[in-house]
Protein backbone atom coordinates (compact mmCIF):
# COMPACT_ATOMS: atom_id res chain seq x y z
CA UNK A 1 0.00 0.00 0.00
CA UNK A 2 1.06 3.48 -0.98
CA UNK A 3 0.01 7.05 0.63
CA UNK A 4 0.82 9.96 -1.16
CA UNK A 5 -0.72 13.17 0.68
CA UNK A 6 -0.83 16.58 -0.42
CA UNK A 7 -2.66 19.95 0.33
CA UNK A 8 -0.36 21.34 2.90
CA UNK A 9 0.89 24.84 2.40
CA UNK A 10 0.59 27.96 4.47
CA UNK A 11 -2.89 29.71 5.45
CA UNK A 12 -3.78 32.45 8.40
CA UNK A 13 -5.33 31.78 11.32
CA UNK A 14 -9.57 31.17 10.41
CA UNK A 15 -8.50 30.66 6.88
CA UNK A 16 -8.90 26.69 5.39
CA UNK A 17 -7.46 23.54 3.67
CA UNK A 18 -7.95 20.86 2.29
CA UNK A 19 -5.45 17.70 2.48
CA UNK A 20 -5.84 14.69 0.13
CA UNK A 21 -4.27 11.16 0.60
CA UNK A 22 -4.10 8.69 -2.60
CA UNK A 23 -3.78 5.39 -2.27
CA UNK A 24 -2.37 2.96 -4.75
CA UNK A 25 -1.08 -0.96 -4.32
CA UNK A 26 -3.28 -3.58 -2.38
CA UNK A 27 -5.85 -1.70 -0.84
CA UNK A 28 -7.93 -4.45 -0.08
CA UNK A 29 -8.36 -5.81 3.24
CA UNK A 30 -7.72 -1.46 4.57
CA UNK A 31 -10.23 -1.59 7.57
CA UNK A 32 -9.57 1.97 8.47
CA UNK A 33 -8.04 5.32 7.34
CA UNK A 34 -6.96 8.25 9.24
CA UNK A 35 -4.75 11.77 9.12
CA UNK A 36 -1.99 12.05 12.42
CA UNK A 37 -0.22 15.21 12.72
CA UNK A 38 3.04 16.09 14.45
CA UNK A 39 3.97 19.17 15.82
CA UNK A 40 7.57 19.76 16.70
CA UNK A 41 8.94 18.66 19.95
CA UNK A 42 5.39 16.54 20.03
CA UNK A 43 4.49 13.10 19.48
CA UNK A 44 2.13 12.18 17.19
CA UNK A 45 -1.68 12.22 17.32
CA UNK A 46 -5.07 11.01 15.88
CA UNK A 47 -6.77 13.84 14.14
CA UNK A 48 -9.72 11.97 12.12
CA UNK A 49 -10.12 8.24 11.49
CA UNK A 50 -12.22 7.12 9.03
CA UNK A 51 -13.36 2.98 8.75
CA UNK A 52 -13.30 1.07 5.71
CA UNK A 53 -16.82 -0.63 6.28
CA UNK A 54 -19.67 1.42 7.52
CA UNK A 55 -17.74 5.12 6.86
CA UNK A 56 -17.82 5.58 10.70
CA UNK A 57 -15.73 8.98 11.69
CA UNK A 58 -13.98 9.88 14.79
CA UNK A 59 -12.01 13.04 15.67
CA UNK A 60 -9.88 14.74 18.24
CA UNK A 61 -11.65 16.67 20.67
CA UNK A 62 -9.37 19.58 19.56
CA UNK A 63 -10.61 19.50 15.62
CA UNK A 64 -14.29 18.66 16.38
CA UNK A 65 -16.30 20.74 14.48
CA UNK A 66 -13.82 22.42 12.11
CA UNK A 67 -12.52 19.56 10.51
CA UNK A 68 -14.23 16.88 8.20
CA UNK A 69 -12.61 13.65 7.04
CA UNK A 70 -14.18 11.92 4.04
CA UNK A 71 -13.37 9.26 1.26
CA UNK A 72 -13.98 9.28 -2.30
CA UNK A 73 -13.76 5.34 -3.45
CA UNK A 74 -14.30 6.10 -7.05
CA UNK A 75 -10.54 7.69 -6.57
CA UNK A 76 -9.07 6.00 -4.16
CA UNK A 77 -8.62 9.09 -2.39
CA UNK A 78 -8.57 10.35 1.45
CA UNK A 79 -9.48 13.79 2.28
CA UNK A 80 -9.10 16.46 5.27
CA UNK A 81 -11.26 18.89 5.10
CA UNK A 82 -9.79 22.18 7.70
CA UNK A 83 -11.56 25.07 8.31
CA UNK A 84 -11.15 28.02 11.22
CA UNK A 85 -7.61 26.98 11.40
CA UNK A 86 -5.74 28.05 14.72
CA UNK A 87 -1.85 28.17 14.74
CA UNK A 88 -2.29 25.18 17.16
CA UNK A 89 -2.77 23.19 13.92
CA UNK A 90 0.38 24.10 12.83
CA UNK A 91 2.00 20.17 11.99
CA UNK A 92 3.49 17.78 9.62
CA UNK A 93 0.14 16.00 8.28
CA UNK A 94 0.00 12.44 7.82
CA UNK A 95 -2.03 9.69 6.15
CA UNK A 96 -2.13 6.11 7.45
CA UNK A 97 -4.34 3.10 6.58
CA UNK A 98 -4.31 0.22 8.87
CA UNK A 99 -5.04 -3.39 6.98
CA UNK A 100 -5.45 -6.59 8.17
CA UNK A 101 -4.19 -9.86 6.01
CA UNK A 102 -4.30 -13.33 7.35
CA UNK A 103 -4.78 -12.28 10.70
CA UNK A 104 -1.67 -9.89 10.40
CA UNK A 105 -2.05 -6.27 10.91
CA UNK A 106 -0.19 -3.89 9.08
CA UNK A 107 0.29 -0.08 9.35
CA UNK A 108 0.99 2.15 6.37
CA UNK A 109 2.19 6.26 6.77
CA UNK A 110 2.64 8.53 4.22
CA UNK A 111 5.12 10.80 3.92
CA UNK A 112 3.58 13.73 5.05
CA UNK A 113 2.96 17.11 3.96
CA UNK A 114 3.14 20.45 6.08
CA UNK A 115 0.42 22.49 6.87
CA UNK A 116 1.34 25.88 8.42
CA UNK A 117 -0.88 28.37 10.09
CA UNK A 118 0.19 32.24 10.91
CA UNK A 119 -1.59 34.22 13.37
Known amino acids: VQLVESGGGLVQAGGSLRLSCAVS????????MGWYRQAPGKQRELVAR????????NYADSVKGRFTISRDNAKNTMYLQMNSLKPEDTAVYYC?????????????WGQGTQVTVSS
Open 96 to 108: NAARNVGGTHHEY
Open 25 to 32: GSTFSIKA
Open 50 to 57: ITSGNGST
